[in-house]
């Protein structure tokens, strides 16, 4: 088992940033490919970004492409989601997600790919 605990959401105006982190513990984080997700009230969930186990690949939708960063720190287990030129449109729970069935190396895009989740985070973007 692998525990994940976002943190970083909150209330921001339409072009602002936030930078979300993901925690992580119990297992190898190395071992790890991590992605976001998000899901806004009444939408299905969607795919936000993916990172593979040493950062040296990465996905992005084509909704965040330009504005949205993910990395990793793999000496503190966290996973990073820098945000800018936020729009109200991103306003979700935000939850990030890890799976090492693919030995990190496969970041996948869909929510069945990631194997282990968070409990999310709130983003408010205001307009």
């Known amino acids: 088992q692998v525990q994940l605990v976002e943190s970083g959401g909150g209330l921001v105006q339409a072009g602002g940033s936030l930078r979300l982190s993901c925690a992580a513990s119990?297992?190898?984080?190395?071992?790890?490919?991590m992605s976001w997700f998000r899901q806004a009230s009444g939408k299905e969930r969607e795919f936000v970004a993916a990172?593979?186990?040493?950062?040296?690949?990465?996905h992005y939708a084509d909704s965040v492409k330009g504005r949205f960063t993910i990395s990793r720190d793999n000496a503190k287990n966290t996973v990073y989601l820098q945000m800018n030129s936020l729009k109200p449109e991103d306003t979700a729970v935000y939850y990030c997600?890890?799976?090492?069935?693919?030995?990190?190396?496969?970041?996948?895009?869909?929510?069945?790919?990631?194997?282990?989740w968070g409990q999310g985070t709130q983003v408010t973007v205001s307009s």
């Open positions: 997600a890890a799976d090492d069935r693919g030995g990190g190396v496969v970041a996948g895009t869909i929510g069945p790919m990631y194997e282990f």
């Open positions: 119990g297992r190898t984080f190395s071992d790890f490919a």
């Open positions: 990172i593979t186990w040493s950062g040296g690949r990465t």
